[in-house]
């Protein structure tokens, strides 16, 4: 079973070209699939928040990972990565992001999951519960308004990220079994039938240009996910069809520079702490600034009360109090949002300056990386060659008088 992470909208697309437009597809717009998620005994990780127009339940929230096994492939943070080397089997979890124990994902080696949600056990329902796919921990939620909102440039949508403390899941296999007859009553009948889904919190896994990528391979990006593989080993597993999900897995393995990689991680976690850092300040800031308002606004509106509660209250006066009371909410708001603005531009500047720090790092860490992978490699054949060349000169030398040596 696969389920769209975001219920009741579609995921956000750009024109043109350009590696966002091999992405693009319609989703229409669902409706309340509370019902469904109570029977499946899952929860949709979603804000308290009231949903999109026209929409039903709660309001969803967008998965994002920092984490792009492709650099040449610039994309925002919301299009997950998942392979093999995500995920650390000794962080106390026994697995990493794919489920190595399952049939269905192990021995996977990439998946992309554009735009998903996440799923999380409903600790009331009595079902057994497998997760799949999982994120690494560098990883968080974004709000829906926020990414379907942006217009402009993808990377902006880091401002609104919101860090994870822990994975999250995203697929998961789902079993119950049937309870047998008078044990429960008619109403707990729908709730204990038996049960056996896996839950993807992303449709757009399954994208036409996803297939065309399994029939010929990227040859720019080296892009070979295994979505189509991941697909099909679902659709055998729920069918009791083991014959090929083994075969499905068998292709070339490509191994990545491992010391270029922990470097830029390392950069990028301190990168991720000082942007949370200027977000919080903005945060905290916003919020002083909006009860500096309040407490000015309501203080006035305190004494308008107390003369219109007075004895001999003149009206006209009160009228005036009024009308001083809506010009000072304007120039309150209007001195807010120069505030906000101002705010928010510093915000802007202090991440805009860490991105670039982020960026002079790794590409200080290429360069050097580059200038070893030319430099290195000649030396082991330059040092055999000396060593031959005087062996060999030395052995010439052998039983020869030294009268005719030169």
């Known amino acids: ?11 956000p697309r750009r024109g043109g070209g350009g590696p966002m437009a091999m992405f693009q597809q319609q989703n229409q717009p669902k409706g309340d699939l509370n019902q469904l998620w109570n029977v499946l005994g899952l929860k949709l990780a979603a804000g308290s928040g009231r949903p999109l127009m026209g929409q039903m339940g709660s309001a969803p929230y967008v998965v994002w990972q920092d984490y792009n096994p492709h650099p040449k492939l610039e994309l925002p943070s919301e299009f997950v990565f998942i392979d093999a080397e995500l995920g650390d089997p000794g962080d106390g979890s026994g697995s990493r992001s794919f489920n190595q124990n399952s049939a269905i994902t192990g021995g996977l080696q990439e998946v ?14 009595n079902i057994e519960w497998v997760p799949l796919v999982t994120t690494g921990t560098r990883s968080g939620t974004i709000e829906v ?3 379907l909102g942006n217009r402009g440039d993808m990377r902006q949508l880091r401002i609104f990220e919101k860090p994870g403390s822990q994975a ?9 079994a049937a309870a047998s007859a008078g044990e429960q009553d008619e109403e707990a009948e729908a709730s204990s ?28 990006f080296g892009l070979d996910f295994d979505n189509v593989t991941f697909v099909l080993n679902i659709l055998d597993t729920l069918a009791g069809d083991d014959r090929f999900l083994e075969i499905r897995k068998r292709k070339p393995k490509h191994r990545t520079l491992e010391r270029i990689e922990d470097t830029v991680a390392e950069a990028r976690e301190q990168a991720d702490a000082q942007r949370q850092n200027y977000i ?13 308002m309040q407490k000015e606004v309501g203080e006035f509106e305190k004494k308008i009360k107390e003369m219109e509660a007075g004895e001999g209250a003149d009206p006209q006066a009160a009228m005036q109090a009024i009308q001083q009371l809506a010009s000072r909410q304007r120039l309150a708001q209007r001195r807010l949002d120069t505030k906000l603005e101002q705010l928010k531009r510093k915000r802007d500047a202090e991440i805009e300056q860490v ?14 990386q580059k200038w070893l992978a030319v430099v290195l490699p000649p030396i082991p054949p330059l040092v055999v060659a000396f060593f031959v060349f005087f062996r060999r000169r030395a052995q010439e030398r052998e039983g020869v008088a030294k009268s005719r040596l030169r």
């Open 112 to 125: 992309l999951l554009p735009f998903p949600g996440a799923l999380a056990k409903d600790e009331k329902a």
């Open 145 to 147: 308004e926020q990414v």
């Open 168 to 176: 999250m899941v995203l697929a998961a296999l789902v079993e119950r």
């Open 280 to 292: 919080t300040q903005f945060d905290q800031a916003e919020q002083e600034a909006n009860a500096d």
């Open 1 to 11: 079973m696969l389920m769209n992470g975001v219920p009741g909208t579609s995921q």
């Open 355 to 368: 991105e670039r720090a982020l960026e002079s790092t790794i590409r200080r860490e290429q360069d050097w």
């Open 193 to 220: 039938k038996q049960i056996r889904a896996i839950v993807v919190a992303d449709i757009d896994l399954m994208g036409q240009q996803i297939f065309g990528l399994r029939n010929r391979p990227d040859e720019v």
